[in-house]
């Protein structure tokens, strides 16, 4: 089994916790961090045992020790660095949401099949054990025939119009970071919809704070899902079958637990506790594609990705939210 050998680009707030999982990666290190700032990637590397900082996302692409790379900065500035990386044979996983547009997502994903390199959206939910075990539970027929999906998340946030959270110039809003585990979660188990309707709410700087969706299927399944920033919302999820149900535990992004309930028998509860803080999953993922010379992973598919980023971008149209990737990020 080789090393695969990763570099971070964007050291900010996720980038420390899902660096902290590695450890739970058999045949996986960081060995680079990259920033707009020799400082902040110097502090980071620091703080978290790396061995070269990079101050610039150049840089850390052109590290020939580095193989993939882990993209953590804003939605906008994923595509820059995506299609940079993915040109100079790196393989990436993107955090979610894939992009900020939906044009972005397909120059991403256009590149990584052109130059036949490995890229992934970092949808953790998918990955965690509990998450499986649902997959596994529909899979046995344990419900039937799925035909709703319903899903929440909601944090409440206090307005800050300098985080990025509320910031329109860095796609912030509710639908991107939140909505996409929402959406991401109804397409995984009910497929890509063939109609939406969406309501919700906007803050001053023009993102979105709150939305409720219906994804509808011509068949009569629906997915019926919500996001907020606004306020707490319990995070869970139910998938509904014609034999029965199975409700994910809060918050069903990163779930510990589901239950499976079916007519006439006692509820079973399935516990599947994720490595680490659950991030481990995915990186997992990556590895098992990358030492298999896989280009893209069967559970977050790329044309997955684009289907929820449709969703996302449209349900945002149509409550006034235009976003824009950074395509002229300097990358240094
Ligand atoms: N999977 C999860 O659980 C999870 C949780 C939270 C966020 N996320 C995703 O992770 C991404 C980053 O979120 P975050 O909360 O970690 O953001 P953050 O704390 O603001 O950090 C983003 C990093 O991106 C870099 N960056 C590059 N261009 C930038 C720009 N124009 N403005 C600001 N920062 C820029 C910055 O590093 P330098 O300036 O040093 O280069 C910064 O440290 C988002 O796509 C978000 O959806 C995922």
């Not at 045949?27 to 110097?42: E, I, L």
């Not at 490995?118 to 998450?131: D, K, L, N, S």
């Not at 919302?233 to 069903?252: H, L, N």
């Not at 481990?280 to 990556?286: A, D």
Request: hydrophobic residues 40%; aromatic residues 6%.
């Amino acid at each position: 089994m080789h090393e695969i050998r990763w570099g971070i680009a964007g050291p900010g707030r996720i980038a420390q916790a899902v660096v902290r999982d590695f450890e739970h990666v058999e045949g996986a290190r960081v060995v680079a961090v990259g920033s707009r700032s020799t400082d902040r990637a110097r502090s980071f590397a620091d703080d978290f045992g790396i061995e070269r900082a990079h101050g610039s996302y150049r840089a850390l692409i052109e590290d020939p020790e580095v193989d993939v790379l882990y993209i953590a900065t804003p939605h906008p500035q994923h595509v820059a660095i995506a299609t940079a990386a993915l040109e100079a044979g790196k393989a990436v996983l993107v955090e979610k949401a894939l992009t900020a547009t939906v044009e972005g997502a397909q120059k991403l994903i256009e590149t990584a099949q052109q130059r036949q390199v490995f890229a992934m959206e970092a949808m953790w939910t998918r990955f965690q054990p509990a998450v499986v075990a649902t997959r596994d539970l529909i899979t046995d027929g344990a419900i039937g025939e799925v035909r709703t999906v319903q899903a929440d998340l909601g944090v409440q946030r206090d307005f800050d119009a300098g985080d990025r959270l509320f910031s329109k110039e860095l796609a912030g809003g509710a639908m991107l970071d939140l909505g996409v585990y929402v959406v991401s979660f109804a397409q995984h188990f009910l497929g890509t919809p063939d109609r939406m309707e969406v309501t919700g709410s906007l803050a001053s700087t023009g993102v979105d704070l709150d939305a409720a969706m219906l994804l509808a299927y011509d068949d009569g399944r629906a997915g019926l899902v919500s996001c907020s920033l606004r306020g707490p919302s319990p995070g869970t999820a139910r998938i509904v079958g014609t034999d029965g149900w199975i409700d994910v535990a809060s918050r069903f992004h990163h779930p510990h637990q589901v239950t499976l309930t079916r007519p006439d028998e006692e509820p079973r509860v399935i516990d599947a506790p994720p490595l680490g803080t659950g991030y481990s999953h995915e990186l997992i993922e990556v590895s098992d594609c990358l030492r298999a010379g896989r280009t893209e992973s069967a559970v977050m598919p790329l044309e997955d990705s684009l289907a929820v980023q449709r969703v996302l971008n449209e349900a945002c149209e149509r409550l006034g939210v235009h976003h824009e990737d950074d395509l002229d990020l300097d990358l240094g």
